[in-house]
């Protein structure tokens, strides 16, 4: 019953940006985070941006300084902000969540990614 959408990606040229969204619905009680994650060709998928409920957040070392992660609670979105671009940063970028749907209750959740291409 818990639903994520991704939008945003698209081609780009090195050096360029896109922004990323993400929208959580549906028996939501209490979003515990939500983050990034991406998958280039031939590679195993792994961590991005994440970010907790207090606003931490956590960083790809690959992206920390071009990348800014951003969560809006109130509408349940969490966006990425992705600046001076690299061909290496090329991948289908996911959003995941982990999520309360109760008070007891939880569980990871997973959009259907978007492609993020980078290219001259």
């Known amino acids: 019953q818990v639903q994520l959408v991704e939008s945003g990606g698209g081609l780009v040229q090195p050096g360029g940006s896109l922004r990323l969204s993400c929208a959580a619905s549906g028996s939501i009680f209490r979003i515990i985070s939500m983050g990034w994650y991406r998958q280039g060709p031939g590679k195993q998928r792994e961590l991005v941006a994440v970010?907790?409920?207090?606003?931490?957040?956590n960083y790809a070392d690959s992206v920390k300084g071009r990348f800014t992660i951003s969560r809006d609670n109130a509408q349940n979105t969490v966006s990425l902000q992705m600046n001076s671009l690299k061909p290496e940063d090329t991948a289908v970028y996911y959003c995941?969540?982990?999520?309360?749907?109760?008070?007891?209750?939880?569980?990871?959740?997973w959009g259907q990614g978007t492609q993020v291409t980078v290219s001259s």
């Open positions: 995941n969540a982990y999520i309360y749907t109760s008070t007891t209750d939880w569980n990871a959740y």
């Open positions: 970010t907790n409920a207090g606003g931490a957040t």
